[in-house]
């Protein structure tokens, strides 16, 4: 099977990284100054381990790669990016006949939980990939991932339902030999929908920075109480964040990447890239949709989802949040 890694960030360039050093066919899919990086001087991907260079094959987008029955896409942009990228994926053709969006299977190796519904549209074949892989991608052509033994768990599933057959558990073969820890799971779902619970301090950590020990550090625990009362009147089956975390500890720990400072979240990477595009729409802004469907209030979701997105539009800088601001969150 060949991995097509369509956004080589974070997440993807890890899940490229890793299966290409395992021996597995990769191709990164990247855009601006990613691309040029990737281009011109490889990828270096930072573990534990220590920080290596890797030269695997790239493309600027779906011209540039002539698909093959055995392919298989790893969708790794942000959700904002989702639509427009399995738009130009899904017409491509195949050899042999037929389509991408007709043939073959599509991964959404993502945060939150609007990324399969929208693959579903014009993918036959969609599976639910459960992220849990503490990466970061700041500077172009750099990418680390500080988890020890394995650099994450990707739990995987089939979408809408079910445990994704025989092409999930290739692919769950292919990254369990590859440093990850890839469980297969008819559930993956909830567990997307847990790990969004997680996610919902993202945009707190993007504006503020760390606040542990902080009064603001109150918030991210009344965001997830939000999030929890809006999944439970909505009957979203979902486990405890707590759960989630403690089983991802069993695999792996936290280590350092030498000579490479750590990030914040994916949403603080955001803003320290300057893309003018946060997921905070698709994080606090899923609660705060769920809320309005089902009568329950979320004031503060709101507050962060409007106040991450203003940062992002400004080209703010992470942890700039202004003591005005931050009285605003407080007195909520």
Known sequence: MRYIIVGAGAVGGTIGARLHEGGHEVVLVARGAQLAALREGGLRFGTPEGLRTLRIPVADGPE????????????AVKTQDSAAALAAWAPRPVAGGGT???RLPVLCAQNGVENERLALRLFRRVLAVCVWLPSG????????????????????GGYPAGDGGPTAAAVAADL?????DAPVDDATMSW?????????????????????GDPLDGLR?????????????????????????????????MGSV??????????????ARGTGSIEADHLNGEIVLLGRLHGVPTPLNEALQRL?????????????????????????
Do not use: C
Not at 234 to 248: K, R, S, T, Y
Not at 309 to 326: I, K, V
């Open 100 to 102: 991408a969006g007709e």
């Open 258 to 271: 030498p000579g490479v400072g750590r990030s914040g979240s994916s949403s603080w990477q955001s803003l």
């Open 137 to 156: 991608f700041v500077e172009p052509g750099l990418v680390t991932a500080a988890g020890t033994p394995v650099s994450g768990v990707l739990r995987i």
């Open 308 to 332: 991450a997105g203003a940062f992002a539009r400004a080209g703010r800088a992470p942890g700039s949040l202004t003591a005005e601001e931050r009285q605003a969150l407080l007195e909520l």
């Open 64 to 75: 540039g790669v002539a698909l093959r029955p055995d392919d298989a896409l790893v969708l």
């Open 192 to 212: 997307k929908y847990t790990k969004l619970l997680g996610n919902l301090g993202n945009a707190l950590d993007a504006v503020a920075g760390p606040v542990a």
């Open 221 to 253: 625990h009344r965001a997830t109480a939000e999030g929890s009362a809006v999944l439970a009147a909505a009957g979203i089956a979902h486990h405890d964040p707590q759960e989630q975390a403690a089983l991802a500890g069993k695999a792996m720990t």
């Open 176 to 180: 369990a030999a590859s440093a990850f």
